[in-house]
């Protein structure tokens, strides 16, 4: 029995399995790093394992989250212990965080701190009044979140505005390194400084170090093919998966499709496609599926964009062979589709 299942251009045909196992590939993310564009731009040291990491990050995505800036007032620094509170705007209304366990002890010959307007960061001052070191208001917000000394808030909530691909063309630049010039960031920041300045911009960089085979076996489809072809194929796909090069574009194209970010124009509507070059290897090896997962939880924050909730988990599920009147992974003889397939 054929299940009927609307297709992407609201068309509905009956479809049906070419095979009785059908698989996809999986990507997740392995490691997920931040940096605010202030930062980025302002340049400094990083500590070297976390630029290590970054470097072979894979996906970067452009979000933005409210400005995060300290209540001057209210800060005490006392038996190197900062308390006070951090404040941010959303639509021209202020909300404030009070926190009082933050360890921090004075480097060097700092002997006192200094908040000055726009009150984005505290500075410690030695005797002669020279800045020691500096402590940003959004380094400390999500310092904060993460260890549990408050409570996850609207800091914790990033709107999605780009996702890229981190390596260079010659895969010898990193992300980092290219946003510097890049023009959409450039824009970004432009805009947003003009039309939201309320908010910052943040850059998630992530790194996918390793592929998984999805399989789905369908007893119902009595017509689908059982002959050792559907074992072979199941093998090859698992032994030759796309090359370093499709699965970062494959990814990207995923995520853009998935969050449909208002500063991406390829992928964001006409995604998947057999014209597609980054899914010529998955056609080749009959992958009827892509799933990209982007866990942020590690960093106690959550992402989300004018298609997508609010959430730390999103999986992006892609339907590879519906614009080819056939049933995928995702869809099983007899039962309902799953929701949230893009196809």
């Known amino acids: 029995m054929a299940v009927d299942v609307p297709r992407h251009e609201g068309v509905v045909i009956n479809m ?13 993310n392995s490691f997920t790093g931040t940096i605010t564009a202030h ?8 500590d070297a394992a976390i630029e290590d990491k970054i470097s072979k990050c894979h996906i970067y995505a452009i979000a933005a989250r409210p400005l995060p800036y300290f209540n001057s007032e209210s800060l005490v ?4 212990v900062l308390s006070g509170e951090i404040c941010y705007r959303i639509d021209g209304a202020e909300h404030c965080v009070h926190f009082d366990q933050y360890r921090w002890e004075l480097e060097d010959d700092a002997i006192k701190i200094d908040c000055k307007y726009p009150y984005r960061e505290i500075r410690s001052l030695n005797v002669a009044g020279k800045e020691v070191t500096y402590l940003p208001a959004s380094y400390l917000a999500s310092a904060l979140m993460n260890h549990g000394l408050i409570e996850a808030n609207d800091l914790a909530n990033c709107e999605v505005l780009y996702i890229g691909q981190a390596l260079g063309v010659q895969g010898n630049r990193s992300a980092l390194e290219r946003l510097k010039s890049h023009s959409t960031f450039q824009k970004i920041l432009a805009l947003t400084n003009h039309d939201c300045p309320d908010k910052e911009i943040m850059i998630f960089m992530y790194q996918f170090d390793h592929e998984q085979m999805l399989t789905s076996i369908d007893g119902r489809a009595k017509d689908a093919d059982d002959s050792d072809e559907n074992e072979n194929r199941l093998m090859n796909a698992m032994r030759n998966p796309p090359d370093k090069k499709q699965k970062i574009g494959m990814i990207e194209a995923a995520l853009i499709r998935y969050f449909q970010p208002p500063y991406n124009e390829i992928f964001k509507i006409k995604f998947p496609s057999v014209k597609h070059k980054i899914l010529k290897s998955c056609y080749a090896l009959d992958i009827t599926s892509l799933v990209v997962e982007l866990d942020s939880t590690d960093l106690n924050c959550s992402l989300y964009s004018q298609s997508m909730p609010s959430k730390r988990y999103h999986i992006a599920k892609v339907d ?3 614009m080819q009147d056939r049933h995928s992974f995702f869809s099983l003889t007899g039962f309902p589709n799953i929701p949230g397939v893009i196809r």
């Open 77 to 80: 620094h006392k038996d190197d």
């Open 39 to 46: 930062q980025l731009l302002r340049g400094g040291e990083m």
């Open 320 to 322: 590879l062979v519906a």
């Open 16 to 28: 049906k399995r070419k095979f009785v196992t059908e698989y996809g590939i999986g990507y997740q």
